[in-house]
C-alpha cells in the first residue's frame, strides 16, 4: 500500500567491520538513491540480549551512527534515528502483543536457536520471547513494504506478515464496510472507477495477479483520496475488509561475498573481523597472517587459490589483471602468500582512507551527528504518527 518504503535497523552491540561494510551499509547506500529509506539503529533490541550491559550498547549506538555516515549513508536521502526515540513503537508493540497468539512467538525458529547459541545468557525473558513482535512493530509502524535484511532475518518477516494480516482481520472490519467502499469507489471519477471495479473484477473471479497490481497503482496515482478511503479500497480489492497495516516483503540482502580472515562468515563471535575502524598497522598484521592454502608449506609449493580465503578477497577488491597474476603465481609458486596479500592491503587501507577521515569529523563535531538523530526521529515520529492515529482508532483507542 502506499509508495514504496524501505525501513531497517540494527542492533548496537559491537562496531561494525567490513563484512557489514560490503554486506549491508553498499546496499542500503543504493536502495537510499531508488526509495524512500528509513535506517535506524535497534537499541531496544539490543537490551534484549544485553539487558545487564547497557554500557556495551550506549558505547556504540553514536558509533554506528557515525560509521554509517562515514560509509555513505546520506541523511539528505534517508532518514536516520533510534528506536527509543520514537516511543510509538512501544506502544505499537504493546497493542500487538494483546492480538499475538503465544504460540506464535514460541515457534519462531530463531527463538530456541538464539537461546542455544547464546547459552551463556539468560533469554528465557518475556522481552526477548517479544523480539520479533518488537521488530514487527518497527516496520508496520511505517507501512514499510521493502525490508532489505539478510537469510536469518526471513522468519521475523513472515511473522510480520502474518500479524499484519491478523490485524487487519480483527480491526480492518467496520459497519457498513461494502457501502463504504462502493463510495469510495465513486469518488474516484468515472473512467478510473469503472478501471477499478474491472481490474477488482479480474482479480476476485480469476486470480488474475497482473490485474491486482494494476489496481493498486492505479490506488498508489490517487492523491486526493482519504487515509480511510484508501484502506477500504485496498482491502476491498482482496476481499476483505480494511488494509490498516502493509505486509512487508523481504528484501533479500545478498550474502556479504566479503569472508572473514579465516574464510569463514565475518562475524564478531568468531573472532575473524576487521574493524571499519581498524588501526592501519592492525590490518596489515591481521591480513598477513590469514591462513591460506595449506597445500603450500614452503614457498616452493605450488597452491590452489580455490582452497585460500585470501583468494576470497581478491574476489572483492582485485581487477582481472591482478587475479590474473594471483592465479598463475600461486598454481605455479611463482608468487609467496605475502606477495599475494600485499594488493590486498593496499585496497583495504584506500577503501579505509576516505572513511577514516569523515569519522575524524564527525568526532570533532559531535553536534554534526546528534542534529542529524534529532532531524530523523522528528521525521520518523511524524511518520509513525500517521499510522498509530489509524491503529488507535481501529482499536477503540480515540478518545478526544
Ligand atoms: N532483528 C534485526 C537483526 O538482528 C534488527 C532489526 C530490528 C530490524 N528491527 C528491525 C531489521 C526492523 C529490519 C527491520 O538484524
Ligand atoms: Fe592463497 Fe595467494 Fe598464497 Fe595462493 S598465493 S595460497 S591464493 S595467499
Not at 502506499?2 to 540494527?10: I, P
Not at 527509543?84 to 512467538?105: D, F, I, N, Q, R
Not at 484502506?231 to 482482496?238: D, I, K, P, Q
Not at 603450500?296 to 590474473?324: A, M, N
Request: glycine residues 6%; proline residues 5%; contains cysteine.
Amino acid at each position: 500500500m502506499f509508495a514504496d518504503r524501505v525501513l531497517s535497523g540494527v542492533r548496537p552491540t559491537g562496531s561494525l567491520h567490513l563484512g557489514h561494510y560490503h554486506g549491508v551499509l553498499k546496499n542500503w547506500i543504493k536502495l537510499q538513491q531508488q526509495y524512500e529509506c528509513l535506517f535506524f539503529v535497534a537499541d531496544w533490541h539490543a537490551l534484549t540480549t544485553h539487558y545487564d550491559t547497557p554500557e556495551i550498547i550506549e558505547r556504540n549506538v553514536w558509533d554506528m551512527v557515525i560509521d554509517w555516515l562515514a560509509a555513505g549513508v546520506d541523511p539528505a536521502q534517508a532518514i536516520l534515528f533510534i528506536q527509543s526515540k520514537v516511543p510509538a513503537h512501544a506502544e505499537l508493540y504493546l497493542l500487538l502483543s494483546m492480538m499475538t497468539p503465544l504460540g506464535w512467538l514460541e515457534r519462531v525458529p530463531t527463538y530456541k536457536d538464539q537461546q542455544e547459541k547464546l547459552s551463556e545468557k539468560d533469554l528465557s525473558t518475556y522481552g526477548f520471547l517479544g523480539y520479533p513482535l518488537l521488530q514487527s512493530a518497527d516496520i508496520l509502524i511505517y507501512r514499510a513494504n521493502r525490508v532489505p535484511v539478510g537469510e536469518d532475518q526471513a522468519p521475523h518477516l513472515e511473522f510480520t506478515r502474518e500479524i499484519a494480516r491478523r490485524f487487519n482481520h480483527i480491526y480492518g472490519k467496520e459497519p457498513g464496510f461494502e457501502e463504504k467502499a462502493e463510495a469510495a469507489i465513486k469518488k474516484l471519477g468515472s473512467k478510473k472507477s469503472k478501471l477499478y471495479a474491472e481490474l477488482r473484477t479480474l482479480y476476485q473471479e480469476q486470480g488474475d495477479e497482473d490485474a491486482l497490481e494494476k489496481a493498486r497503482s492505479l490506488l498508489n496515482e490517487q492523491q486526493n483520496l482519504s487515509l480511510g478511503d484508501r484502506e477500504r479500497l485496498f482491502g476491498y480489492l482482496e476481499g476483505g475488509g480494511k488494509m490498516i497495516l502493509t505486509e512487508p516483503e523481504t528484501l533479500l540482502t545478498e550474502a556479504s561475498r566479503m569472508p572473514g580472515l579465516d574464510g569463514q562468515k565475518m562475524s564478531k563471535s568468531y573472532n575473524n573481523t576487521i574493524s571499519l575502524r581498524e588501526d592501519p598497522e592492525s590490518i596489515r598484521k591481521k591480513v598477513r597472517t590469514m591462513p591460506t592454502d595449506p597445500a603450500r608449506i614452503r614457498r616452493s609449493d605450488p597452491g590452489d587459490p580455490g582452497k585460500c580465503p585470501v583468494w576470497q578477497f581478491h574476489l572483492v577488491y582485485s581487477d582481472d589483471t591482478t587475479r590474473d597474476w594471483v592465479q598463475k603465481g600461486c598454481k605455479s609458486a611463482g608468487i609467496g602468500c605475502l606477495d599475494c596479500k600485499t594488493p590486498i592491503i593496499e585496497k583495504i587501507l584506500e577503501e579505509q582512507a576516505p572513511m577514516i577521515e569523515r569519522i575524524k569529523q564527525y568526532e570533532e563535531d559531535p553536534t554534526l551527528v546528534r542534529n542529524i538523530i534529532a532531524d530523523g526521529c522528528e521525521k520518523a515520529n511524524k511518520l509513525a504518527e500517521e499510522t498509530m492515529r489509524d491503529i488507535r482508532e481501529a482499536m477503540g483507542l480515540n478518545y478526544s
